[in-house]
């Protein structure tokens, strides 16, 4: 059966960087984005909004869908998280398909004692799925320069400020990310739940020297801690974005402490 593969978040780093694999295959893709982007030869567009429903393609298809999309808006919607929603009228969308796969990007650290918004978002969404029918990925840490990581550019000589923490995280390339999470969905047919380590494992201050050539210092969690409160109380751009990363940096668990029965773990 011929796949049909949806992307939403499909101009994110993520999203372009799988994409160049589904194209080398040359399957059939639609490109969900707010913005338009520039096309392989097996692609087209249509324009997405999170929360929008979508109208399946017609055919006798094994309908794909990689869900990457996710807002820091804060934006509530029926008392439900923005994100939340939007992977239920994903489902709903496709209700009717009897050949479908979601694939979900979550996060290793949902089952945390102090969940984020994003974190609790990511939760909530993966209690939506079906873990035999489904696809959800849990990657450590991604490493790239673009994303969230383009922060880093700021710091071009100076010490950069953490948070205090310890704990470990198993960092992977971008790319290799993205080509085992296309093995896992073409070619090894995946559904469940799914660790995605990188081979060594570092603390965030190992990561930033090692990964970024940056050098780093703590400061203590008081001063993080009426930073995240300024950012969630002044509005302006990614103000929650960034009190977001600061509180998921002060309470990363460490990844040795993540293993579970009930999830695969995949060294890449």
Known sequence: MEKLVYISGASGQIGKSIRSYISSKNIKTIVMSRTVVDLYTNESFLKYHLGDSIEPISGDFKHIFIHLAHTFDNEKEKGLDANVNALIKIKESFRSKKNKKIVFLSSPDIDNANLTAYLSAKKKSEEILNIKNDLIIRPSWIHSLEGGNKILLKFPNSY?????????????????????????????????????????????????????????????????????????????????????????????????????????????
């Open 160 to 268: 950069i400020p953490i948070p205090k923490n310890n704990n470990k995280l198993a960092p992977m390339h971008l790319s290799t990310f993205s080509k085992e999470l296309f093995n896992s969905i073409f070619i090894e047919n995946r559904t469940g739940i799914f660790l995605f380590l990188g081979k060594e494992k570092v603390t965030f201050k190992e990561y930033l020297k090692k990964y970024h050539s940056k050098r780093s210092f703590f400061l203590p969690n008081i001063f993080w801690e009426i930073l995240i409160f300024f950012f969630k109380n002044i509005n302006f751009k990614n103000s929650f974005f960034l009190s977001e990363r600061i509180e998921g940096l002060m309470n990363l668990r460490d990844i040795s402490d993540i293993a579970d029965g009930n999830i695969h773990e995949i060294i890449v």
